[in-house]
């Protein structure tokens, strides 16, 4: 059978946009692997560059990481109680809650950021250290942890499972852990990817919150392009594709595996 024209010129018209996207990103990372930019694949390969990166900014990596996992820990422990609360007790003060929680989405980074400042920055220890990025990345991150739950929950009707479990003499916390987080189980895998992916890209309130000694790896990569050492920075964005790809692909894998479980168990 064949295919109408309006279908070649709707795959051209997405291949178009892909190929505007991606190519940029893939030439830039391809300079942080030849040995001369300028000239490109021609004058060589080399993990020059990316050994250098390892060498002046592997702190900054190892520190996203950090902010990065602590802030799905947060997230999880408020975010799933928060979202269960707010489907099991609808009201006009819980749809209050969940817009001031939604907040810091609309707020730019660096307002948000700003006002952590001004309200604990005279705390000296605790500005100077890693805790003050993880509180920023939380507040950022928490709406999209607790939408992506609350959405699951109300899809497939957690409260009328939550009172036959109920009804069979569950407590509330055997109820919470046995009923509502296993069938959240897919908007928490998907909050995970958003809150994770989120953390470590974050730059603008994180450029705020850093000290030099709690750079990240977006600050860091920033620091390597305002160098004008293009090679650095392009082997800096190499690095970060590597780090952040297999993790997507990976919460990817985890995900489908879950929904498709859950698909086959309801036939």
Do not use: C
């Amino acid at each position: 059978m064949a295919r109408p024209l309006s279908f070649w010129l709707q795959l051209a018209f997405t291949v178009f946009v892909a190929a505007f996207l991606i190519v940029p990103v893939i030439l830039s990372m391809l300079a942080g692997v030849t040995a001369n930019y300028m000239r490109g694949l021609s004058s060589g390969l080399t993990l020059k560059w990316a050994g250098e990166v390892w060498g002046l900014y592997q702190g900054t990596i190892f520190l996203s990481l950090q902010v990065a996992l602590a802030t799905l820990v947060v997230t999880l422990l408020i975010g799933v109680p928060a979202a269960w609360f707010l489907v099991r007790h609808p009201s006009r003060l819980s749809r209050m809650f969940e817009e001031v929680i939604t907040l810091p989405v609309a707020i730019p980074g660096l307002a948000i950021a700003l006002a952590l400042i001004l309200i604990y920055g005279g705390v000296r220890d605790f500005r100077a250290s890693w805790l003050f990025i993880l509180v920023g990345h939380v507040l950022y991150t928490l709406p999209f942890m607790v939408r992506s739950v609350m959405a699951v929950l109300q899809a497939i009707d957690a409260r009328t499972l939550e009172e036959g479990a109920a009804s069979l003499g569950a407590s509330p916390l055997k109820r919470f852990l046995t009923v509502i987080v296993p069938n959240a189980r897919p908007g928490i895998l998907a909050g995970a990817l958003m809150v994770v992916t989120l953390s470590l890209g974050e730059f603008n309130l994180t450029w705020m919150l850093h000290t030099p000694m709690t750079k990240t790896l977006p600050v860091g990569l920033a620091d390597s392009y305002a160098s004008m050492r293009l090679e650095i920075a392009s082997a800096y964005t190499l690095v970060f594709f590597i780090m952040i790809i297999p993790l997507l692909v990976a919460i990817q894998l985890m995900g489908g595996g879950r929904f498709g479980g859950s698909r086959k168990g309801t036939r």
